[in-house]
């Protein structure tokens, strides 16, 4: 069955903590991407990679590290510097490396709760 | 500086009706169009994707026009069903998607 997959579904840190989301995906995607989903906001892009073991930071990366050692899995860190982090946040892929014009398909999701 | 604006944020409507969704974008200089669907606490399914090519797509009972010299598109759901009910995006492609802040949609038996 192919798809993406975002563990855990939720996750609850304290404060000053770093906390690693996962995302695996099966599709033989080139391209993958960490967004952010806060209430009544769009998704925001944080980083995005078209390439194994290479990526760039999209719009609200500060705060946000990720690595891109395999094709298939886009690990998203989020440090203690990031000042708000509780949020929902996606995975997302897309075959066609830089060739952006490809349908994304997007995972299930994972809500971070930081207090 | 690309912005996606949803009209309207909210819509109840009683089954069978059939229903419009707007989606504006200020920079026409896109690739393609998405239309995804949300449930509550969950991903993103996509629903339609118009290249900027394309006046239209369907699927279903779902058909996504666009018109890009006007900035605009639009998801055009028949026969509604409380099935439907869900957030409905829209996010235009230039180098990144730019996600519109969604349709939230209750269809009511």
């Known amino acids: 069955d192919g798809g993406i997959t975002q563990s855990p579904k939720y996750l609850f840190r304290k404060e000053g903590q770093n906390v690693t989301l996962s995302c695996e995906q099966n599709?033989?995607?080139?391209?993958m991407y960490w967004y952010r989903q806060d209430p009544g906001q769009g998704l925001r892009l944080i980083y995005y990679?078209?390439?194994?073991?290479?990526?760039q930071k999209g719009d609200i990366a500060e705060g946000y590290s990720v690595s891109r050692e395999k094709k298939e899995s886009f690990p998203l860190t989020v440090t203690s510097a990031q000042k708000n982090p509780t949020a929902f946040y996606l995975c997302?892929?897309?075959?066609?490396?830089?060739?952006?014009?490809?349908?994304?398909?997007f995972g299930p999701g994972t809500r971070l709760t930081v207090t | 500086k690309q912005e996606v604006t949803q009209i309207p944020a909210a819509l109840s409507v009683p089954e069978g009706e059939n229903l419009v969704l707007n989606c504006s974008f200020t920079?026409?200089?896109?690739?393609?169009l998405q239309w995804f669907r949300q449930d509550p606490g969950k991903g993103l399914t996509s629903l339609l994707l118009?290249?900027?090519?394309?006046r239209e797509q369907t699927s279903g009972r779902l058909n996504a026009s666009l018109d890009k010299s006007s900035g605009r598109s639009t998801l055009y759901i028949a026969a509604s069903q409380p099935g439907d009910s869900a957030t409905y995006l829209c996010?235009?492609?230039?180098?990144?998607?730019?996600f519109g802040t969604g349709t939230r949609l209750q269809v009511f038996p």
């Open positions: 997302a892929s897309r075959r066609g490396g830089q060739a952006v014009s490809y349908e994304q398909y």
């Open positions: 599709l033989n995607h080139d391209a």
């Open positions: 990679s078209q390439i194994v073991n290479d990526f």
């Open positions: 920079d026409s200089a896109i690739y393609n």
């Open positions: 118009i290249q900027s090519s394309q």
């Open positions: 996010a235009a492609l230039t180098d990144k998607l730019i």
